[in-house]
């Protein structure tokens, strides 16, 4: 049995208020490999090591807090995706985290790339990622941006309204091109997910819902223009998911649309698009599908109802982003302050917070956390990592198990923190984002370097 520690104050912290999915850990610190990139160990010193480097240097040099990036594990996810999806197009989803370094490792990679901003195209094509392998996305893409991605060549469009169907329409006649398209289908799934991230039910911003008939009105602009080349249709049903469900549902009702299209025009799609969204495991209780899994159970669904249907099987496409970059990024942190609450668990505050990973305060996001510059055989409290921020919902990790000797000074290392967590990244309580620091057998440098009290100030105009 788990011998209980006592507080400061007296109370129980290895208890305390738990939620049912947190179990006392056999062995504190272990390193859970489904949660950690594929580089990360504990060194005989227990000092982890990500990359090749230790941690307790690279905050020596670098300081903290401190996105770290795991090159080789990146890398290996996406090739794993590219093996798994061999008979698929696969678009890195860039909001998930875009660098220029980022940009040049998917490109190395043969991987295409997914952009829903001017800004992230702009960082794309700086890095030098071919415009045709590029993929343009956004609800509400400004005239500038179209301009500027049907200038450089952008390879596809996915159409998110009537606007914007006139407004590339317009672009199309003006260059003499024929812009290649993508109808994008809200197609009516509530996905098992937070509901800020949950992007195919009928009430949202994003698509044509086809209960109501505007994809089929979408597509059928896009066809009486005849300037536009309508590739296919596009579904995303939302993020960080775990089953297969929400996609079948998704699948066979915007399949139903594709067979629709061509017994009214004559015209049998080429591409058909299915999104991303895949989830990994942020905590040990997590358990997502693999990529060959996720593959091989899409095809049979894809397959299946166009038989049924009786059409072809398009060529289908994918846009997976947290499930290569998530388990790739690392946060570390410094210990500031302990405070120790009676009977319910330790409020241990780091020097970052929800500046550099909003996600759990918008989408009640759960990390895990360790000791990770030290040994230690103290008995396990239960811990509540806290920011630095002046907000009540600034909370890092909800709850996990930290020793009960963890002190001032300590560094700790928050695992599954490569997507959303930089792209979100803010300057609440005028605080620097963090610098993101690529390591790579045994190597270190600074891909995003640390924001200064001078980079906000440049901006503040008298």
Known sequence: MTAVRQSDTGGDLTGGTRPDWLEVPAELGKLDPELWPRTA???????????GVAVTDLAAEYGTPAYLFDEA???SRCAEFRTAFHDFDIYYAGKAFLCRTVARLVAEEGLNLDVCTGGELKVALTAGFPAERIVMHGNNKSDDELAHAVAHGVGRYVVDSFDEIDRLTALGREHGIRPQVLVRVSVGVKADTHANISTAHDDQKF????????????????????????????IHIGS????????RAGTERVLGLHAAIREEYGVELPELSLGGGFGIAYVSAHNP???VEIATRLREIVASQCSELGIRVPRLAIEPGRAIVGAAGVTLYRVGTIKHLRGRR???SVDGGMSDNIRPALYDGVYS???ADRASTAEPMLSRVVGRHCDAGDIVVRDDYLPADVHIGDLLAVPGTGAYCRSLSNNFNHVPRPPVI???????????????????LRLDVE
């Open 369 to 371: 956390t360790v000791l």
């Open 346 to 348: 330790a409020y241990v």
């Open 41 to 51: 160990r504990r060194r005989d010193d227990d000092v982890l090591e990500i990359g």
């Open 289 to 291: 599908l693999r990529p």
């Open 207 to 234: 698509g044509f819902p086809l209960a109501d008939g505007d994809a089929a009105e979408a597509v059928r602009r896009v066809l009486r223009e005849g300037v536009l080349d309508l590739l296919g249709l596009h």
């Open 240 to 247: 960080q998911i775990f089953g297969i469900d929400g996609f």
């Open 438 to 456: 690529a390591v790579h057998e045994g190597q270190a440098r600074v891909i995003i370097r640390r924001e200064t009290d001078e980079d906000m």
């Open 73 to 75: 594990d990146f890398r």
